[in-house]
């Protein structure tokens, strides 16, 4: 396993990176945050990746690369697209990057590395049996990680509950959307994770997502028989969780 790795989180509006002491989970460097490029194309997404590895000093040797990325990823290949160029749909990820940079490529779905990174560094950390890691935001983003396992591309935010994909109801957006109190919008939630116990009963929940830093308005709404808690790590779940699996942590 290698020590260090570098993280590199792939997002609509934002492709940041560091590098990562993966035994710790403590970053190396600064994080690096560029824009990034309109139209969310692989190959200009692919240089906008490398001005990122350059300002971090560029790669060492043997420095692997964990890359995570708002879609379906299966052995390498993104079959969906968030927010990004639907010529990613399709495509194999990981030979792109390969042919960029000279290291190991792992690409992962940007809600597993969060997840993974929970239970490795945060909210989860040291917790066993199944984990269950949401995060709420434009949609619902969801990892499965049993004792210390991921179980990838678990897509719970789709959901159908009362004849809708759930996300377009419980996600953040929808409260953005209708304006809803944090009351309704826990209305909401409460029909969503206690489908979400029923069906998998897992031993913890972990809220991630911008609006996890006001947990308190809303978490405490939840009648749950599984612990609900905010996520820990924030911004750097997704560098960080890229960066482990990457190292094979």
């Given amino acids: 396993m290698a020590h260090k790795a570098v993280g590199i989180d792939i997002g609509g509006t934002g492709i940041k990176g560091a590098i990562v002491d993966v035994s710790t989970g403590k970053l190396l460097s600064d994080r690096v945050k560029l824009p990034t490029p309109e139209g969310g194309e692989p190959q200009d997404i692919v240089d906008t990746v490398g001005k990122v590895i350059t300002k971090l000093g560029g790669l060492k040797k043997k420095e692997p690369i964990g890359v995570c990325f708002p879609a379906v990823v299966v052995k390498g ?15 194999d990820a990981a030979k792109l990057f390969q042919r960029s940079f000279d290291a190991d490529i792992r690409f992962v779905n940007d809600a597993d590395a969060a997840g993974y990174a929970e239970t490795l560094f945060g ?8 984990v269950i890691m949401t995060t709420l935001g434009t949609g619902i983003g969801t990892a ?10 678990a897509e719970l935010g789709h959901l159908e509950l009362d004849g ?8 953040y957006s929808a409260k953005e959307r209708e304006n809803l109190s ?19 009963h897992p031993d913890l929940f972990i809220v991630g997502g911008g609006v996890s830093k006001e ?7 939840l009648k749950l028989s599984v612990p609900i808690v905010p996520a820990t790590l924030r911004n750097n779940a997704g560098i960080l969780g890229a960066a482990a699996l990457a190292a094979g942590r």
């Fill in 123 to 130: 909210a989860a950390e040291k917790r066993k049996g199944l």
């Fill in 182 to 200: 944090w009351t309704d919008w826990a209305a909401r939630l409460q029909k969503y994770y206690g489908a979400l116990e029923k069906y998998f």
């Fill in 144 to 153: 499965l990680i049993y004792n210390g396992v991921l179980i990838p591309n």
């Fill in 164 to 171: 809708v994909d759930y996300e377009t109801k419980a996600a």
């Fill in 215 to 221: 947990y308190e308005d809303f978490l405490p709404l």
């Fill in 77 to 91: 290949t993104t079959l969906s697209a968030a927010n990004v160029s639907k010529n990613w749909i399709g495509l």
